[in-house]
Protein backbone atom coordinates (compact mmCIF):
# COMPACT_ATOMS: atom_id res chain seq x y z
CA UNK A 1 0.00 0.00 0.00
CA UNK A 2 1.40 3.31 -0.81
CA UNK A 3 0.35 6.59 0.70
CA UNK A 4 1.08 10.38 -0.34
CA UNK A 5 0.39 12.71 2.64
CA UNK A 6 0.10 16.42 1.92
CA UNK A 7 1.22 18.95 4.64
CA UNK A 8 1.73 23.24 4.97
CA UNK A 9 -1.55 24.25 3.67
CA UNK A 10 -3.58 27.29 4.98
CA UNK A 11 -4.77 30.82 5.02
CA UNK A 12 -2.44 33.36 3.64
CA UNK A 13 -2.74 37.16 2.48
CA UNK A 14 -1.92 38.26 -0.69
CA UNK A 15 1.73 38.66 -1.52
CA UNK A 16 2.22 35.68 1.18
CA UNK A 17 4.19 32.31 0.99
CA UNK A 18 3.27 29.42 2.07
CA UNK A 19 5.79 25.82 1.46
CA UNK A 20 3.54 22.53 0.68
CA UNK A 21 5.18 19.20 1.45
CA UNK A 22 4.40 15.66 0.90
CA UNK A 23 5.48 12.36 1.91
CA UNK A 24 5.08 8.92 -0.07
CA UNK A 25 5.50 5.95 2.34
CA UNK A 26 4.47 2.42 1.78
CA UNK A 27 6.39 -0.80 -0.65
CA UNK A 28 7.88 1.43 -2.82
CA UNK A 29 10.45 0.47 -5.48
CA UNK A 30 10.83 3.39 -7.16
CA UNK A 31 9.47 6.88 -8.26
CA UNK A 32 9.64 8.63 -11.24
CA UNK A 33 7.39 11.72 -11.63
CA UNK A 34 6.20 14.07 -8.63
CA UNK A 35 4.90 17.07 -8.64
CA UNK A 36 1.48 19.15 -7.66
CA UNK A 37 -2.04 19.82 -9.09
CA UNK A 38 -4.97 21.90 -7.57
CA UNK A 39 -8.27 22.25 -8.35
CA UNK A 40 -10.64 25.32 -7.45
CA UNK A 41 -14.42 25.73 -6.58
CA UNK A 42 -15.68 25.21 -10.03
CA UNK A 43 -12.56 23.94 -12.37
CA UNK A 44 -10.86 21.41 -13.39
CA UNK A 45 -7.91 20.10 -11.65
CA UNK A 46 -4.55 21.08 -12.89
CA UNK A 47 -0.84 20.85 -13.06
CA UNK A 48 1.34 23.32 -10.78
CA UNK A 49 4.60 21.90 -10.69
CA UNK A 50 5.91 18.61 -11.71
CA UNK A 51 9.42 17.30 -11.24
CA UNK A 52 10.94 14.02 -12.92
CA UNK A 53 13.81 11.50 -11.22
CA UNK A 54 16.29 13.63 -12.91
CA UNK A 55 15.14 16.57 -11.36
CA UNK A 56 13.92 18.03 -14.52
CA UNK A 57 10.73 20.41 -13.47
CA UNK A 58 7.42 21.83 -15.76
CA UNK A 59 5.49 24.98 -14.32
CA UNK A 60 2.44 26.33 -15.16
CA UNK A 61 2.52 29.37 -16.96
CA UNK A 62 0.62 31.08 -14.12
CA UNK A 63 3.04 30.40 -11.61
CA UNK A 64 6.72 30.65 -13.22
CA UNK A 65 8.76 32.70 -10.90
CA UNK A 66 6.84 32.44 -8.12
CA UNK A 67 7.00 28.87 -7.56
CA UNK A 68 9.74 26.51 -6.66
CA UNK A 69 9.13 22.50 -6.49
CA UNK A 70 11.98 20.22 -5.17
CA UNK A 71 12.50 16.61 -3.86
CA UNK A 72 14.45 14.41 -1.83
CA UNK A 73 14.60 10.92 -3.50
CA UNK A 74 16.22 9.35 -0.41
CA UNK A 75 13.11 10.82 1.91
CA UNK A 76 10.39 10.19 -1.35
CA UNK A 77 9.35 13.81 -0.43
CA UNK A 78 8.68 16.74 -2.85
CA UNK A 79 7.99 20.30 -1.69
CA UNK A 80 6.56 23.19 -3.33
CA UNK A 81 7.71 26.67 -2.51
CA UNK A 82 5.37 29.56 -3.08
CA UNK A 83 5.69 33.07 -3.16
CA UNK A 84 4.02 36.29 -4.01
CA UNK A 85 0.62 34.31 -3.62
CA UNK A 86 -2.82 35.36 -5.14
CA UNK A 87 -6.29 34.96 -4.55
CA UNK A 88 -6.26 33.08 -7.57
CA UNK A 89 -3.59 30.82 -6.23
CA UNK A 90 -6.94 29.55 -3.67
CA UNK A 91 -7.43 26.20 -4.32
CA UNK A 92 -7.16 22.43 -2.86
CA UNK A 93 -3.94 21.38 -3.93
CA UNK A 94 -2.90 17.77 -4.04
CA UNK A 95 0.42 15.82 -4.01
CA UNK A 96 0.90 13.36 -7.02
CA UNK A 97 3.18 10.71 -8.03
CA UNK A 98 4.10 8.18 -10.74
CA UNK A 99 5.38 4.72 -8.15
CA UNK A 100 6.52 1.51 -8.83
CA UNK A 101 5.13 -0.61 -5.92
CA UNK A 102 6.61 -3.85 -4.81
CA UNK A 103 4.33 -6.45 -6.71
CA UNK A 104 2.23 -3.60 -8.35
CA UNK A 105 2.80 -1.89 -12.03
CA UNK A 106 3.69 1.50 -12.38
CA UNK A 107 1.24 3.74 -11.60
CA UNK A 108 -0.36 7.07 -10.68
CA UNK A 109 -1.13 8.04 -6.82
CA UNK A 110 -2.55 11.35 -5.07
CA UNK A 111 -2.44 12.58 -1.73
CA UNK A 112 -5.51 13.45 -0.34
CA UNK A 113 -5.67 17.34 -0.87
CA UNK A 114 -4.31 20.59 1.51
CA UNK A 115 -6.33 23.57 1.03
CA UNK A 116 -4.42 26.80 0.16
CA UNK A 117 -6.52 30.29 0.80
CA UNK A 118 -5.67 33.07 0.19
CA UNK A 119 -7.41 36.27 1.03
CA UNK A 120 -7.04 39.18 3.22
Known amino acids: QVQLVESGGGLVQPGGSLRLSCAAS????????MGWYRQAPGKERELVAR???????KYADSVKGRCTISRDNAKNTVALQMNSLKPEDTAVYYC??????????????WGRGTQVTVSS
Open 96 to 109: YAYILSIGYAWRDY
Open 26 to 33: GSIYSINA
Open 51 to 57: IQSSDST
